[in-house]
């Protein structure tokens, strides 16, 4: 069972562009939101995090949109650079972020010039 | 301030082998994870320490994985025997009293 189910598995943007990627998970009991950024050989880096008391949060050209309702969460990215083309993965945990983390598959991300 | 520090980069054992990986938090995180990365895959959790105490090894497969993590501090995953099948990125990560969890860069294993 795949609690946390991510969209599309790969995305082209145009630089300047936005690129959108989007989650949905199962666990009602999941508290805590976070997408990591992973480039080939490095570990996946925390980008942002949102908790379900929250609907957007936004960290510079980074924003996650929340939907506790639908339970489904989204993570934009403005004014998309080369330098983004990567993996973006979500994922969700229980306790705050202490029970581990449940990742979605990614989505192998490539901004054209 | 350092990192979440793992060794070795790079292992290439022939099946039935033993492995051993060695993980060093960021100095203060008491809870220290084992995830396993599959190529194109998100990372999947072995385990999860807080301070020496295995809490929660509910996916570590201990016919042939064990950890370990002694003084609290530093951990090593061990597989013993290497299947063919183990061949993947196993990944430490580290979180301190906030809820973020930080990764270190893995460690490949290729079974031969």
């Known amino acids: 069972q795949q609690q946390v189910k991510q969209s599309p598995q790969s995305l082209i943007v145009q630089k300047g562009g936005i690129s959108i990627i989007n989650c949905a998970y199962e666990?009602?009991?999941?508290?805590?939101f976070p997408w990591y950024q992973q480039f080939p050989g490095k570990g996946p880096a925390l980008l942002i995090a949102i908790r379900p008391d929250v609907s957007e949060k936004k960290e510079g050209r980074f924003t996650i949109s929340f939907n506790k309702s639908a339970k489904q969460f989204s993570l934009h990215i403005m004014d998309s650079q080369p330098g983004d083309s990567a993996t973006y993965f979500c994922a969700a945990s229980r306790g705050g972020g202490a029970d581990g983390l449940t990742f979605g598959k990614g989505t192998h991300l490539i901004i054209q010039p | 301030e350092a990192g979440v520090v793992q060794s070795p980069r790079y292992k290439i054992i022939e099946k039935k082998q033993p492995v051993a990986f060695w993980c060093n938090p960021i100095s203060g995180h008491n809870t220290l994870y084992w995830y396993l990365q599959n190529l194109g895959q998100g990372p999947e959790l072995l385990i999860r320490y807080e301070n020496e105490e295995a809490v929660d090894d509910s996916q570590l497969p201990k016919d042939r994985f064990s950890a370990e993590r002694l003084k609290g501090v530093d951990s090593t995953l061990k597989i013993q025997p290497a299947e063919l099948g183990d061949s993947a990125v196993y990944l430490c990560?580290?979180?301190?009293?906030?809820?973020?969890?930080?990764f270190g860069p893995g460690t490949r294993l290729t079974v031969l």
């Open positions: 666990n009602t009991a999941f508290d805590y």
């Open positions: 990560a580290s979180r301190g009293t906030g809820a973020a969890s930080f």
